[in-house]
């Protein structure tokens, strides 16, 4: 499995598709990005309902990314006792425009699948990407078992 694991949103990738820093990642694809044009950014507003809705509770949520720079982070205490943290770059309140990946620091995979997939049903699709070059399109129609089995 990889190290490092992220959520795109795909109205960020329609926003850079002319950036040449991104040409190859955005070819290799094969996406048709016109798509989600129409897809709006996520908010923390967003993420936060994402996560109640998904039947999660915050235990931490502060204004700094996993590094302590300027962001948004949060942990979500399981049952099991297991914390699963994502965090958020460049972002300084709950109603701005996220236009940066969300991050998995930790915990469940799942639980973190379950958060973006429930946030996927109210501000579009997200690319789940890994450093290993693993990915998979998170839709309103996928669920946890799907993607686990297709990013395995």
Request: charged share 20%; with cysteine.
């Amino acid at each position: 499995m990889a190290n490092s694991i992220c959520a795109i949103p795909m109205r960020m990738l329609y926003d850079e598709r002319n950036d040449p820093q991104m040409d190859t990642f955005i070819a290799d694809l094969d996406i048709d990005l016109n798509a989600y044009v129409k897809h709006q950014h996520p908010t923390v507003l967003d993420l936060q309902m994402a996560i109640k809705q998904s039947g999660l509770n915050l235990t931490v949520a502060q204004f700094q990314n996993a590094e302590g720079e300027q962001g948004w982070s949060c942990s979500i205490k399981e049952n099991d006792g297991y914390h699963t943290l994502i965090s958020v770059d460049k972002v300084q309140s709950e109603q701005e425009a996220i236009k940066e990946m969300f991050y998995f620091s930790g915990g469940q995979l799942e639980t973190y699948i379950l958060v973006m997939l429930t946030l996927v049903k109210n501000t579009g699709d997200l690319l789940l990407y890994c450093d290993s070059g693993q990915m998979c399109l998170l839709t309103k129609t996928k669920t946890v078992e799907e993607v686990l089995s297709e990013f395995s």
